[in-house]
C-alpha cells in the first residue's frame, strides 16, 4: 500500500473560508431541520464496527453520535431514504448556484481542489496501467469537477449518477470515483455494496473524505465549523473509512491524509472565537511562525493525521 | 515443483523463506557445505548432508545463492541438470564467468534461467517507471543513481570484498543493482568513464566507484556505488521533460536506507503558479515490499510454463555485466589507494 504527502501550499480563504462558509452552513443546517421535521431513522450502531454510538454533541442543534472504537461521527438522526435524497439534491443545487460562497472563488478551487484531485487520478491510472478507462462517478457535488473530469479525456466513457440512483443501473465501469459521497450518504455500506456491483472486477475506486481522526477535528471536535449536514452526516475516522472499504470487499491501495489546511482551520476557529477552548501546546502551535506550521502540515500528512483523505481500492475477486 | 537452494547464507534464507510461502513448491533441499551445526540441526532433512551427491532426478529448479566463485559453475550444472535455474546477483566473478553461464545456457533448449535483480521489483522503482513516458513526465534527460553502504566491522573479513572469491569490490557486489535500473530505464549502455577507489577499507578492490555512462541514443547516466556512505543511501534520481522523480529509501528488513519513497515533481515555469525552480511536489511514501515474492513468483511461472522470464533475463544480466567488464578494463581504472 502507499500513501501520498503533498508540497501543495494555499490559503483557507482561497477555498473554504470559514466567513463564505457560515452562510452556506446555516442554509444546510435550516434544509436538514426541515427534512427532519418528517418521519426520523436513529443512528444506533456504527455502520462500520456495529458498536453502539455514543453521544459526541449538537451540531447547530443537531444530534452527532461517535463510534467509541475508531472515532467516527455520525448525525444521529436521519429523515426517511426519499427525504434524504431530496435534501442531498437540494443542497447540491444551492451549492452551484451564485448564491453560495463557492461562486465566487470558482478558479482557485479548480486550481487548488479540483486540479489536484484530477492529477492524483491520472497519476494512479498510470501507475494502475490503466488506460482509457470507463468511470462511474457517484453524487458529484460540483458541476466544475465533473466538467474537468469530462474535459480530461482520461475515460473513455463518464457516467454521472445520484448516489440514490446508483443502484437502478447494471453497466459495470473499470474506475468509480466518490469524491466526499461517504461523508454525506445515509447508508455508507450499502452505497459501497453498490458501488462494487457497478465496478468490474479489480476495477479502481477513488475516495475522499474528511475524517474525524485528523488534526483539526481531533482538536476542535462538533465545535468544528466544518462538520455540519448533510455534507458531513458522516466523517469517518482515517481506520473506520480503511475498515469500511475493506469489509465492503476492497483491496486498499492508498490511503492518504495529503491535506494542507488544519492547522489554518483551527487558527481560523479562534481568530473567530477567542474563548475556544485550545490548550497551550495548540495556542503555541496556531500562533507559531510559517516555517513550523509548515512541518507540522506536512508531519500529520506523512503520519496520516490530516484530516483530509484521499483513498484508492481495488475490487476485489470476491467483493460482495 | 522440487527446488534446491544453493548456498544458506543472507540471501539463501531470504530464497527459502519465499520457497516456503510458494504454493507450487512441494519440496526445498539445501545444499551448504559450511552451514553451522545448530542451522543445520533446526533445518533437520532438509539440508543434503555434506558429500551426499545432489538428488537431481527429482530436482526442478536451482537457487544459485553462493559467493561468486562457484556462481558459474554451479548455474552451469544446474542448467545441464534441470534446465531451471535461479541465479543471484552477480551473474559470476567477471565476464568469463558469465559468458560460461552464458553458453550453457544456449546449449540447454527451453531453459528458465533468471538472475536475482529484484530492485527492479521495488514499489518506488515501478512507480517511476509508470509515471514517465508519453503522456506523463515525457523522455528521460538524465539518470543519477548513488547507493552505498558503511560497510561495517566485519566487512574487510566478507568474501564479497576478497578480490579471489568475489571478483570485485562494491560495484560488482552492491552498484550492479543501480546499474540494473539505469538499463531498465534507459536501455543499453555504454561506459564514458569511471573512477574507482579503495579510499577506506584497503581490501584489494573498490570501495567507491564513480561510473559515468551514455545511453545509446546519447542519454547521460552516473552512479555512485560506495562502501563508505555511513548513512546508508539508496537514491535515484530522474530528470524528464516534464518534470522529474526521486526514488529513495527501500524497503528491507533492517529499513536501514530509510523509508522508501518516490518524489513526484512536475516542471513548472514562471509563468505557471509556483516560483521557477520550487515546483509543487508530492510524495508516494511505500509500506510493503513484494519484489522478493513478485521475483521468484515469475521464476516459478515461467519454469512451469516453460517460457523465458519477464525480468532477470539472460541479456539484462549481459548489459551490467559488459558495464562492469567495461568500467574494470578502462585504462586508467587502477583503484586509488587510501
Given at each position: 500500500?502507499?500513501?501520498?504527502?503533498?508540497?501543495?501550499?494555499?490559503?483557507?480563504?482561497?477555498?473554504?473560508?470559514?466567513?463564505?462558509?457560515?452562510?452556506?452552513?446555516?442554509?444546510?443546517?435550516?434544509?436538514?431541520?426541515?427534512?427532519?421535521?418528517?418521519?426520523?431513522?436513529?443512528?444506533?450502531?456504527?455502520?462500520?464496527?456495529?458498536?453502539?454510538?455514543?453521544?459526541?454533541?449538537?451540531?447547530?442543534?443537531?444530534?452527532?453520535?461517535?463510534?467509541?472504537?475508531?472515532?467516527?461521527?455520525?448525525?444521529?438522526?436521519?429523515?426517511?431514504?426519499?427525504?434524504?435524497?431530496?435534501?442531498?439534491?437540494?443542497?447540491?443545487?444551492?451549492?452551484?448556484?451564485?448564491?453560495?460562497?463557492?461562486?465566487?472563488?470558482?478558479?482557485?478551487?479548480?486550481?487548488?481542489?479540483?486540479?489536484?484531485?484530477?492529477?492524483?487520478?491520472?497519476?494512479?491510472?498510470?501507475?494502475?496501467?490503466?488506460?482509457?478507462?470507463?468511470?462511474?462517478?457517484?453524487?458529484?457535488?460540483?458541476?466544475?469537477?465533473?466538467?474537468?473530469?469530462?474535459?480530461?479525456?482520461?475515460?473513455?466513457?463518464?457516467?454521472?449518477?445520484?448516489?440514490?440512483?446508483?443502484?437502478?443501473?447494471?453497466?459495470?465501469?473499470?474506475?468509480?470515483?466518490?469524491?466526499?459521497?461517504?461523508?454525506?450518504?445515509?447508508?455508507?455500506?450499502?452505497?459501497?455494496?453498490?458501488?462494487?456491483?457497478?465496478?468490474?472486477?479489480?476495477?479502481?475506486?477513488?475516495?475522499?473524505?474528511?475524517?474525524?481522526?485528523?488534526?483539526?477535528?481531533?482538536?476542535?471536535?462538533?465545535?468544528?465549523?466544518?462538520?455540519?449536514?448533510?455534507?458531513?452526516?458522516?466523517?469517518?475516522?482515517?481506520?473506520?473509512?480503511?475498515?469500511?472499504?475493506?469489509?465492503?470487499?476492497?483491496?486498499?491501495?492508498?490511503?492518504?491524509?495529503?491535506?494542507?489546511?488544519?492547522?489554518?482551520?483551527?487558527?481560523?476557529?479562534?481568530?473567530?472565537?477567542?474563548?475556544?477552548?485550545?490548550?497551550?501546546?495548540?495556542?503555541?502551535?496556531?500562533?507559531?511562525?510559517?516555517?513550523?506550521?509548515?512541518?507540522?502540515?506536512?508531519?500529520?500528512?506523512?503520519?496520516?493525521?490530516?484530516?483530509?483523505?484521499?483513498?484508492?481500492?481495488?475490487?476485489?475477486?470476491?467483493?460482495? | 515443483?522440487?527446488?534446491?537452494?544453493?548456498?544458506?547464507?543472507?540471501?539463501?534464507?531470504?530464497?527459502?523463506?519465499?520457497?516456503?510461502?510458494?504454493?507450487e513448491v512441494k519440496k526445498i533441499w539445501i545444499s551448504d557445505p559450511s552451514l553451522d551445526p545448530a542451522s543445520r540441526a533446526e533445518l533437520g532433512e532438509t539440508v543434503l548432508p555434506i558429500d551426499t551427491p545432489v538428488p537431481w532426478e527429482q530436482v526442478?529448479?536451482?537457487?544459485?545463492?553462493?559467493?561468486?566463485?562457484?556462481?558459474?559453475?554451479?548455474?552451469?550444472?544446474?542448467?545441464?541438470?534441470?534446465?531451471?535455474?535461479?541465479?543471484?546477483?552477480?551473474?559470476?566473478?567477471?565476464?568469463?564467468?558469465?559468458?560460461?553461464?552464458?553458453?550453457?545456457?544456449?546449449?540447454?533448449?527451453?531453459?528458465?534461467?533468471?538472475?536475482?535483480?529484484?530492485?527492479?521489483?521495488?514499489?518506488?522503482?515501478?512507480?517511476?517507471?509508470?509515471?514517465?513516458?508519453?503522456?506523463?513526465?515525457?523522455?528521460?534527460?538524465?539518470?543519477?543513481?548513488?547507493?552505498?553502504?558503511?560497510?561495517?566491522?566485519?566487512?574487510?573479513?566478507?568474501?564479497?570484498?576478497?578480490?579471489?572469491?568475489?571478483?570485485?569490490?562494491?560495484?560488482?557486489?552492491?552498484?550492479?543493482?543501480?546499474?540494473?535500473?539505469?538499463?531498465?530505464?534507459?536501455?543499453?549502455?555504454?561506459?564514458?568513464?569511471?573512477?574507482?577507489?579503495?579510499?577506506?577499507?584497503?581490501?584489494?578492490?573498490?570501495?567507491?566507484?564513480?561510473?559515468?555512462?551514455?545511453?545509446?541514443?546519447?542519454?547521460?547516466?552516473?552512479?555512485?556505488?560506495?562502501?563508505?556512505?555511513?548513512?546508508?543511501?539508496?537514491?535515484?534520481?530522474?530528470?524528464?521533460?516534464?518534470?522529474?522523480?526521486?526514488?529513495?529509501?527501500?524497503?528491507?528488513?533492517?529499513?536501514?536506507?530509510?523509508?522508501?519513497?518516490?518524489?513526484?515533481?512536475?516542471?513548472?515555469?514562471?509563468?505557471?503558479?509556483?516560483?521557477?525552480?520550487?515546483?509543487?511536489?508530492?510524495?508516494?511514501?511505500?509500506?510493503?515490499?513484494?519484489?522478493?515474492?513478485?521475483?521468484?513468483?515469475?521464476?516459478?511461472?515461467?519454469?512451469?510454463?516453460?517460457?523465458?522470464?519477464?525480468?532477470?533475463?539472460?541479456?539484462?544480466?549481459?548489459?551490467?555485466?559488459?558495464?562492469?567488464?567495461?568500467?574494470?578494463?578502462?585504462?586508467?581504472?587502477?583503484?586509488?589507494?587510501?
Amino acid at each position: 500500500m502507499r500513501s501520498f504527502q503533498t508540497q501543495d501550499s494555499f490559503s483557507l480563504s482561497s477555498v473554504k473560508p470559514l466567513d463564505g462558509l457560515l452562510p452556506y452552513r446555516d442554509h444546510c443546517l435550516e434544509a436538514t431541520r426541515r427534512a427532519l421535521q418528517g418521519r426520523k431513522r436513529v443512528r444506533t450502531a456504527c455502520p462500520v464496527c456495529g458498536e453502539r454510538l455514543a453521544p459526541a454533541g449538537n451540531v447547530g442543534e443537531l444530534p452527532y453520535v461517535r463510534c467509541p472504537q475508531d472515532g467516527s461521527l455520525f448525525l444521529a438522526e436521519l429523515p426517511d431514504r426519499e427525504a434524504w435524497s431530496r435534501l442531498l439534491a437540494e443542497v447540491r443545487q444551492f451549492r452551484n448556484s451564485s448564491a453560495s460562497f463557492h461562486a465566487q472563488i470558482t478558479q482557485s478551487r479548480a486550481d487548488h481542489v479540483y486540479g489536484p484531485k484530477l492529477e492524483w487520478i491520472q497519476d494512479t491510472l498510470r501507475l494502475q496501467e490503466l488506460a482509457h478507462p470507463t468511470l462511474l462517478e457517484v453524487g458529484s457535488s460540483s458541476d466544475d469537477f465533473s466538467r474537468l473530469l469530462r474535459e480530461s479525456g482520461l475515460f473513455l466513457q463518464i457516467q454521472s449518477i445520484g448516489e440514490s440512483e446508483i443502484g437502478q443501473g447494471t453497466e459495470q465501469a473499470q474506475v468509480a470515483v466518490l469524491l466526499e459521497s461517504l461523508d454525506r450518504t445515509d447508508d455508507p455500506a450499502g452505497l459501497l455494496k453498490r458501488v462494487s456491483d457497478r465496478l468490474a472486477p479489480g476495477g479502481l475506486l477513488f475516495v475522499t473524505a474528511l475524517l474525524s481522526s485528523g488534526f483539526d477535528f481531533s482538536v476542535l471536535g462538533t465545535r468544528n465549523l466544518y462538520l455540519y449536514p448533510p455534507d458531513r452526516a458522516n466523517c469517518f475516522s482515517r481506520d473506520g473509512l480503511s475498515k469500511l472499504l475493506e469489509q465492503s470487499g476492497f483491496i486498499l491501495q492508498e490511503v492518504s491524509t495529503p491535506g494542507v489546511l488544519d492547522l489554518q482551520v483551527v487558527r481560523a476557529h479562534a481568530q473567530r472565537d477567542a474563548a475556544l477552548p485550545l490548550s497551550v501546546f495548540e495556542k503555541t502551535l496556531v500562533s507559531s511562525d510559517l516555517e513550523t506550521q509548515r512541518a507540522f502540515q506536512e508531519f500529520l500528512q506523512q503520519r496520516g493525521l490530516s484530516s483530509f483523505a484521499r483513498l484508492v481500492a481495488k475490487k476485489g475477486d470476491g467483493t460482495a | 515443483m522440487n527446488c534446491l537452494i544453493f548456498g544458506y547464507g543472507y540471501m539463501g534464507r531470504i530464497r527459502y523463506q519465499v520457497l516456503r510461502a510458494h504454493p507450487e513448491v512441494k519440496k526445498i533441499w539445501i545444499s551448504d557445505p559450511s552451514l553451522d551445526p545448530a542451522s543445520r540441526a533446526e533445518l533437520g532433512e532438509t539440508v543434503l548432508p555434506i558429500d551426499t551427491p545432489v538428488p537431481w532426478e527429482q530436482v526442478d529448479a536451482v537457487f544459485v545463492c553462493t559467493p561468486n566463485n562457484v556462481t558459474a559453475d554451479l548455474c552451469v550444472e544446474g542448467l545441464r541438470q534441470c534446465g531451471r535455474v535461479f541465479c543471484e546477483k552477480p551473474p559470476g566473478r567477471n565476464w568469463e564467468d558469465f559468458s560460461r553461464i552464458a553458453e550453457a545456457a544456449a546449449e540447454v533448449p527451453d531453459h528458465t534461467l533468471v538472475f536475482g535483480f529484484n530492485h527492479r521489483l521495488h514499489p518506488s522503482v515501478q512507480a517511476a517507471k509508470a509515471l514517465m513516458g508519453q503522456g506523463g513526465l515525457g523522455e528521460i534527460l538524465f539518470i543519477k543513481g548513488t547507493y552505498g553502504k558503511s560497510g561495517g566491522l566485519s566487512y574487510q573479513k566478507s568474501w564479497r570484498n576478497n578480490p579471489e572469491v568475489s571478483g570485485g569490490g562494491i560495484l560488482l557486489d552492491q552498484g550492479i543493482h543501480m546499474l540494473d535500473l539505469l538499463c531498465l530505464f534507459l536501455g543499453g549502455l555504454s561506459v564514458a568513464d569511471a573512477v574507482l577507489a579503495d579510499s577506506f577499507w584497503e581490501c584489494g578492490v573498490e570501495d567507491n566507484a564513480f561510473v559515468l555512462l551514455r545511453s545509446e541514443t546519447g542519454i547521460p547516466a552516473f552512479l555512485h556505488s560506495s562502501a563508505t556512505l555511513w548513512k546508508h543511501t539508496f537514491r535515484l534520481e530522474i530528470g524528464c521533460r516534464n518534470g522529474y522523480l526521486v526514488a529513495s529509501g527501500l524497503l528491507s528488513k533492517t529499513g536501514s536506507y530509510g523509508r522508501e519513497q518516490l518524489v513526484i515533481g512536475k516542471r513548472q515555469f514562471e509563468d505557471e503558479a509556483m516560483a521557477l525552480g520550487n515546483p509543487r511536489e508530492e510524495i508516494i511514501h511505500f509500506d510493503r515490499d513484494d519484489s522478493w515474492e513478485k521475483e521468484v513468483g515469475e521464476f516459478i511461472a515461467a519454469a512451469k510454463e516453460g517460457r523465458p522470464a519477464q525480468h532477470g533475463t539472460l541479456d539484462e544480466a549481459r548489459r551490467v555485466m559488459q558495464i562492469i567488464r567495461d568500467v574494470y578494463a578502462l585504462k586508467d581504472h587502477s583503484i586509488r589507494r587510501a
